[in-house]
T-cell receptor, first 111, second 108 residues
Framework: EAGVAQSPRYKIIEKRQSVAFWCNPI?????LYWYQQILGQGPKLLIQ????????DSQLPKDRFSAERLKGVDSTLKIQPAKLEDSAVYLC?????????FGPGTRLTVL | RKEVEQDPGPFNVPEGATVAFNCTYS??????FFWYRQDCRKEPKLLMS???SGNEDGRFTAQLNRASQYISLLIRDSKLSDSATYLC?????????FGRGTSLIVHP
């Protein structure tokens, strides 16, 4: 069974630039999560989708971050404009029930 | 107070040791509990679910104490390969919250 796919794996941008991340969940998984993980910390939930509806986005900085899950499958997370403190690993996960399956993440460096 | 708290460690133990981690949660309405393992520069992976009745998988035992609002993970006979960060996850209203993780280093 194919796992959660994410791209790109690495991205380096300058502050105030824009960046987008893509996630393809495991086939059939209705729930999709985007997390931000800063070095030395646990994953912080940014947004959770159930099919193409938003379950929770209370920790998403909506002035600069946006996410969508068109057709309830793939998802994109965008940051515009990026700040230095956005440097982190962005993890996508999907689940059918309680167990979450994570993708390899996108490591973002903002200079 | 954070919703989920863990001692970040690191816990530095010799091979063969028994080590235990705790994770406390603040909201008594929390419904489901899990331990995930994260290797350096890798993604988290489910280690085990946590039940009030306890859950054992080989050398690993997880326990939930609802009265005191904490979950625990016990690792017996530690192996070098157990070196990793252990993340507790608490789910409330279908929304997961991760702790910051506890780092375990097992040395020869």
């Amino acid at each position: 069974e194919a796992g959660v796919a994410q791209s790109p794996r690495y991205k380096i941008i300058e502050k105030r630039q824009s960046v987008a991340f893509w996630c393809n969940p495991i086939s059939g998984h209705a729930t999709l999560y985007w997390y931000q993980q800063i070095l030395g910390q646990g994953p912080k939930l940014l947004i959770q989708f159930q099919n193409n509806g938003v379950v929770d986005d209370s920790q998403l900085p909506k002035d600069r971050f946006s996410a969508e899950r068109l057709k309830g499958v793939d998802s994109t997370l965008k940051i515009q404009p990026a700040k230095l403190e956005d440097s982190a690993v962005y993890l996508c996960a999907s689940s059918l029930e309680a167990e979450q399956f994570f993708g390899p993440g996108t490591r973002l460096t903002v200079l | 107070r954070k919703e989920v708290e863990q001692d970040p460690g690191p816990f530095n133990v010799p091979e063969g040791a028994t080590v235990a981690f705790n994770c406390t949660y603040s909201n008594s309405a929390s419904q489901s509990f899990f331990w995930y393992r994260q290797d350096c520069r890798k993604e988290p992976k489910l280690l085990m679910s946590v039940y009030s009745s306890g859950n054992e998988d080989g050398r690993f035992t997880a326990q939930l104490n609802r009265a005191s609002q904490y979950i625990s993970l016990l690792i017996r006979d530690s192996k070098l390969s157990d070196s990793a960060t252990y993340l507790c996850v608490v789910i409330r209203s279908y929304i997961p919250t991760f702790g910051r993780g506890t780092s375990l280093i097992v040395h020869p």
